[in-house]
């Protein structure tokens, strides 16, 4: 097998996003534009990963130290920022020895799929080619470079839009910015580049041209899909990308794995959730992050999930916000539960309206039905909490959080307050309106209330004080 590295070009400055954050680290559907080309490159087992780095160049270099921490991706300074052929110039050293084939993207093109590079390698293998372009047939060329063949339809050139004749600009195949490199092939042609064009840059797109001419063999392969081009060059155009991304998710979804997605217009899905079999996603669902649902749940209207969740078979989340959290076979979720960060719900559980879980794990067949706070607590299974119980968990003058355990079949009245760190046994109940302050053994009752007084004919000796002395 060839051996293969990849470059990513993150080293321009996209002045037209108009932000004081580095272009290439702006979210899109979930995850940073570089991180989501990285992963696609990753997915071609390179031996090495290249990013080129130059605007920003601190904050984009502690950003891949961070998210990629194996080392796999090593970055390279280019300083000043001279063109996209400049920005490979500074891998040139770091391929020193290297045999094989080197995939060139630009970072700020995140909805660019796997399979897409693979089909580059594979077909710029196949070519003998020095140099394979990525290009697009697109109705729209806007400023893209634009792939000039000759008589026998070979490719020639890439003409940038800025640099491209009138006859040039009509072209409708684009360069996406994208290429398989024979390396060390293309070296002399990278050190032959100038910058005597009209945005005095070192252009990679000239090695095309210098691979035609030398004899190295140039050769294009065309996208099925355009939109996973889309570049960022603006906030608009990230929006754009997101949409793109979501579009080919929710085919996806809809086509390979057999999931219903009720309105895909007002449903946003990042590529990296996986959803079972007859899953219904309702209009209106936000689901971004690590996220795998069973088959057969329905989820939304109007649930967000983030971080990494899981959801089991047969469940449902209706119009809930959903972190970092575990959900069981057939529990039912919503509408309005809030589930914050590291919770487990058991299967079959039921967690309502305006319940709020933080660190919380609930047992098979548990129900905290309505209006609920639960936070650092364990529950066991076939507990039942009643409307209004509160985990007092947070002490605001120490600052200390403490936990609340409830044994299998316990239950709380209405209004309980659980004064956390406490325990209530399996099968303790708590009488509605106590405020439990000491741990409650097996099977015993915890009250803690005011008794009930009977004051007899009380309110019909109050109507009558009224008559008597109507108020002033
Ligand atoms: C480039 C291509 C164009 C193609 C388009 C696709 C060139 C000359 N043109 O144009 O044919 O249609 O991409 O999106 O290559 N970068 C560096 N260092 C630099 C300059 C750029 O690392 O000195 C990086 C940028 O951060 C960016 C990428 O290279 O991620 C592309 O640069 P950009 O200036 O956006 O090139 P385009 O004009 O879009
Ligand atoms: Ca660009």
Redesign the pocket.
Known sequence: MVAVRAI???????KRMKSAKP??LHDVLGMPILSRVVRQCQALAPEKLHV????QAELVRDFVEKTFEDGSCLTHL?E????????VMQVAPALEGFNGHVIVT????PVIQSATLKHLLLSHEQSGAAVTALTAIVEDPK???RIVRDEAGKVRA?V??KDASQAEKAICE????IYCLSWPAVKDGLQSLTCENK?K?????DLVGWAYKSGAGAAAVALTDWRE?A?I?SRLELSEAARHLRDITVSRLALESGVTIVDPHSTWICPEVKIGQETTIMPGCILTGDIEIGADCLIGPYTVMKGRVRVGAGASVVSSYVNDSVIGDRARVGPFAHLREGNAVGSASKVGNFVELKKATLGDHTNVGHLSYIGDASLGSNVNIGAGTITANYDHVTKRKDRTIVGDGASTGSNSVLVAPVELCAEAVVGAGTVVTKDVPSGALAVGRARQEIIEGWAKRRKERMTVAPKA
Request: hydrophobic share 35%; aromatic share 6%; charged share 10%.
């Open positions: 990513i070009l993150a080293a321009g400055q996209g272009k290439v080129v780095v130059g605007h280019q000043p920022q001279l063109g996209t052929g400049h920005a630009v970072g700020d093109a400023n893209y470079g890439v940038e839009d684009v360069n996406t910015g945005q840059e070192y252009y990679l797109t081009m570049g060059n």
